[in-house]
């Protein structure tokens, strides 16, 4: 017998991805790196979206602009004449100015999450759709308009160089961040195996900047590992939410299953997201067919969108179920978290979340361009947004001064276990 009464343990292959909630990871490669840019990304509504000028908008002061600049502009510094420019050499500068226009625009919607890819962005974003490449390992965002560590992930360049999640990146190799894209950002920081890339760092509770120096490398990001400890505690550490995370979950509570153990942690801690509909599964094991998991609220522009378990719902009232979250955990990570918390299964312990609860659509504006748009907000049950702020935890857990933090203590899982067994 089971110490927890488990109904069944269905195989299962994973269902049609339409939706990504991840940040952008920056050094993975492989099928998880569709989940690297696009913060999000909603597949639903790709393609070309035209449209007529709107009536109440003058573009006059645009095309204004624009034949000033034409007929006056000059380089103050440049060190060579225009004389002799071709004209295909006109062409591709106003090109690259209608590129800065639109990208000008994605900015005034004072969304981090919005934003262009003129060609040579999208090209990168491709890249990791399609092929493998080489980085630090680490999910960056933009928080209050700075560049923001959301996590480095486990046994990548990142995280054994120091670098730590809410790190504020002032600079990447001297340049400022300042106003920087994620994209741009990216594009800076990935670069070839066993070269150097350095970050300028503000970190909470450092009087000076710090400087620190990553070497790049190909990056090998684990799924899931599984761990039976002595006290009667199962633990599954889950490091992203790829492809394949839904059919390793579940072979992980099959394992889970068999120990006989009725408590159960899952950690989320460091893991920035991925797909959408993993998360949905995996919520599925732990409520009834129907149940609500997240919804998409599109701001009235469209009719919501609401993710409801698929009911496989193995579990008995005799689980006793704890997540892990902190400052790395995003997006689909704080889906899941989320949702068991709101239906009364799990209990969250740690520190908050990181608060990325919107959802982007990639959209092509030409064959070699594409737009990121915030089309809608994560929204759980009973009308629960994931702020800026995070999910936070039903246990907080705080931490003794850095001087006295002992290095390879794990605070967290420690109140997780005293919970678990204690009870309070």
Known sequence: MFGVSIRSIVSG???VVVIFTAGVLVGDRGVFAEQLNRYGLSAFAAGAISGAQPEDVDFTPVWKAWNILEQQFIDAYATTTTEGST???????RQERVWGMISGLAESMGDPYTVFLPPSEAEIFQSDISGSFEGVGMEISIRDRVLTVVSPLKDTPAAKSGIKAEDKIITIDGTSTKDMSIDTAVGLIRGERGTPVTFTIIREGEASVLE?????DVIE?????????????????LYNFSAKSSELFRLALKEFAATNYDKLVIDVRGN?????DAAVDMASWFLPSGKIVVTEDYGGKQEMRVHRSRGY???TDDLKLVILIDGGSASASEILAGSLREHGVATLVGTSSFGKGSVQELIDITPETSLKVTVARWLLKGDVFITRDGIQPDIVVEFPDDEDIEADRDYILERAVEFLIVGE
């Open 212 to 216: 620190i120096t990553v070497v790049r």
């Open 313 to 315: 719902d193995v579990f």
């Open 87 to 93: 004209t295909t050499d006109m062409a591709a500068v």
């Open 13 to 15: 292959s994973l269902i």
């Open 221 to 237: 990001i684990p799924t899931i590992e599984t761990t039976r400890r002595d006290d009667g505690i199962f633990v599954i550490e």
């Open 272 to 276: 920035p997201g991925g797909y959408l």
